[in-house]
């Protein structure tokens, strides 16, 4: 298969290319490439022209909470704390009744289907049953996602923990024995909610599992002052947050991990994220309404950790990785000019990249069109966006992010495979 229109990419956080009419190849559903003419080797292959849309990598969203979907929108005056206990934690007990998980899940996959998203980590909740259902719904889509069984069994309200810490466990056991080779797409992710909502022997029975079936991991870190306080108290032997996911063994260095926001990671906690290939989940709107902080996403980029991004549904308000790469950039200006001007403000080019190329490496080879990388592509419409004056393909692609919706993704490919 050969696309033609307006193609634009990463070829590193720093670097975007453009080509106006140019042609981008699919072999196998990896990418062959990107021509200004079509070699004869392809000349086979079906040309589907795209006329004057443009042609992008498929987007990541390294951090989204499915059963918050619902929700989204409310509470955005409270911080994390006090909006957990009022909104979400009775939000997903609502989770335990199937037909509500079906509606609500069918919402949330309809919508994702919808965005410029092909890939993403997602936290379900606790419920066996309606996490294998959101599984399935996001298998038949053709997305390509990770999904989470959540664990908590303190810190959170009786009508929701787990029943037991060896309930807790089994039920995770008997959830990933059932899915781990169910699907096509979709994968299990090891799930503890974070280091408040799990006992010691929880998080050590997870990473029995973990080690057992050799399973990815997902959670939280850092994310809020009171956060980290109420961490600290708990684990008075870790050095720090991330130190604690360290010592239960569910912090990376040799599998994969992703920790979301990171805002207030200290020095020491930066260098064991690199030193373990930790993927950082950057949720700026989410942090904006929480009152959590801004993450210092420049400079963790310039330091080599690896950095994505994340809408974190619901405490962003909605699904669009093009809203959540502008408000990056606006976040990182306001903590540039108001708290640290020795961190730069991240650029249109570093917002791209962190989500496209930034957050696919989580799933290998992705997001972008370099020979070998997997074929995520998003056709888009962005005529609607009427201008008077021409524009280039990247300035085009830049203000698309800002005015731009779902409504302009007309097609999308996962693999090589059409999804939408």
């Known amino acids: ?3 033609k229109g307006n193609i634009i990419w990463s070829e590193s956080m720093d670097e975007l290319r453009t080509l106006e009419n140019g042609y981008l190849v699919c072999e196998d559903g990896l990418c062959a490439g990107v021509f200004r003419e079509l070699p004869e080797r392809f000349a086979r292959f079906r040309v589907q022209d795209c006329g004057d849309r443009l042609i992008f990598p498929g987007m990541t969203d390294l951090h989204v909470h499915a059963p918050q979907f619902a929700f989204r929108g409310l509470g955005m005056d409270m911080e994390l704390l006090e909006w957990l206990n009022t909104y979400t934690f009775p939000e997903e007990a609502k989770y335990r009744e199937l037909d509500y998980a079906d509606r609500a899940y069918s919402s949330f996959v309809r919508h994702l289907v919808s965005s410029t998203t092909t890939r993403a980590s997602i936290f379900a909740t606790l419920h066996v049953p309606a996490t294998e259902l959101l599984m399935e719904k996001l298998d038949a889509s053709g997305l390509v996602t990770c ?3 959540v664990n908590m069994n303190r810190g959170c309200p009786v009508y929701l923990g787990e029943v037991s810490t060896n309930q807790a466990v089994r039920d995770t ?3 990933i024995l059932e899915t781990r080779s169910r699907f096509s797409y979709t994968k299990p992710i090891l799930t503890p909610r974070f280091v408040p909502s799990c006992t010691d022997d929880l998080m050590y029975a997870l990473r029995d599992l973990r080690e057992k079936y050799g399973l990815p991991v997902q959670s939280h870190l850092s994310e809020n002052f009171g956060e980290i306080a109420w961490v600290q108290e708990l684990c008075p032997r870790s050095r720090f947050y991330g130190d604690a996911y360290r010592q239960f063994g569910l912090f990376g260095g040799g599998y994969p991990c ?3 926001h990171c ?5 020491a906690e930066q260098a064991l994220i690199r030193e373990n290939g930790v993927f950082v989940a950057h949720s700026p709107e989410s942090n904006t309404n929480l009152a959590s902080g801004v993450a210092p996403i420049s400079k963790y980029l310039d330091d080599g950790l690896r950095v994505g991004l994340a809408t974190d549904v619901a405490g962003g308000s909605h699904e669009s990785l ?3 790469m502008t408000q990056a950039i606006q976040a990182s200006k306001l903590r540039w000019r108001l708290q640290d001007q020795s961190v730069k403000p991240l650029s249109f080019e570093r917002a791209f990249f962190l989500a496209t190329m930034g957050g696919g490496a989580f799933f ?3 997001g972008s069109f370099l020979p070998g990388y997997e074929f995520d592509a998003v056709v888009f419409d962005d005529t609607l966006l009427d201008h008077p004056q021409p524009l280039t393909v990247r300035a085009r692609m830049e203000r698309a992010a800002y005015l731009a919706d779902e409504r302009c993704v007309a097609r999308k490919y996962v ?3 059409r999804v939408l």
């Open 1 to 3: 298969m050969v696309l």
């Open 147 to 149: 999904v989470g069984k």
């Open 173 to 175: 056991e008997r959830w």
């Open 258 to 260: 992703i920790m979301a």
């Open 263 to 267: 805002v207030h990671s200290s020095e």
């Open 322 to 324: 093009l809203h959540a």
């Open 364 to 366: 290998g080879k992705v």
């Open 415 to 417: 693999a090589g495979r």
